[in-house]
């Protein structure tokens, strides 16, 4: 089963965003409290893709609301892009996770979750066309970009894609939290807003 039954024949975002809010594609749905589907303006030209909601996004019903978009929010800023700006979207529209304790911990979504999520990223490509395209951290990419790319050696450098004239691989805003050490953390930080700040400026001048 895929999301693609789910998905309606119409490239309003408003449209999409409430099928979306039905969809039974794969059993993610089950145990989330609701779809996270993309947010910005259509007129985007930037769009940018995380892995799957989190608890808070999926407690508040919108993406990178939680830690990883407080992370995002200061790499926006740092390289020059206003969140409003931007098309905010997830390879994966439902939280999956798992209990310990009272606390839900974040689980990667497998391939073929992924893959019944794809109609719906699809889609929001389709309604944005996004100049440029950034793919957080490795699912993704892998969702966006293929199984080959790794964020380790294809980060840093704009990546060949029939989704859009500039596209790009990155950081996770997780990968920058997880980090304990002070200059890791501040070294995996300035790469993702080097990787952003490269393609925004790419974005100005077309
Ligand atoms: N991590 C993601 O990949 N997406 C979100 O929306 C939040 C955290």
Not at 11 to 19: G, K, V, W
Not at 134 to 142: E, F
Not at 168 to 195: C, F, I, K, Q, Y
Request: charged share 30%; net charge neutral; hydrophobic share 40%.
């Amino acid at each position: 089963m895929t999301s693609a039954d789910f998905v309606p024949d119409t490239r309003s975002l408003r449209t999409l965003r409430q099928a979306a809010r039905d969809c039974r594609g794969c059993p993610l749905w089950e145990d989330a409290t609701q779809t996270v589907f993309g947010e910005g303006p259509r007129k985007a030209r930037l769009m940018l893709v995380g892995e799957q909601p989190g608890d808070e996004e999926d407690l508040e019903g919108e993406p990178f609301v939680g830690p990883a978009g407080r992370v995002l929010d200061d790499a926006l800023r740092a390289a020059g892009i206003s969140r409003g700006e931007v098309y905010l979207t997830n390879a994966v529209k439902h939280f999956k996770w798992r209990a310990r304790g009272r606390r839900r911990l974040h689980q990667t979504p497998r391939a073929g979750e992924i893959e019944a999520c794809r109609p719906w990223l699809e889609a929001e490509l389709e309604a944005i066309k996004p100049v440029g395209l950034v793919a957080l951290g490795a699912t993704a990419g892998r969702a966006l970009f293929g199984p080959g790319v790794r964020v380790g050696q294809d980060r840093g450098r704009l990546l060949e894609s029939p989704l859009a004239p500039l596209a790009a691989l990155t950081l996770h805003p997780s990968a920058v939290l997880r980090l304990h050490d002070h200059n890791e953390r501040e070294g995996a930080m300035a790469a993702l807003v080097e990787d952003l700040r490269m393609v925004a400026v790419g974005v100005a001048d077309r």
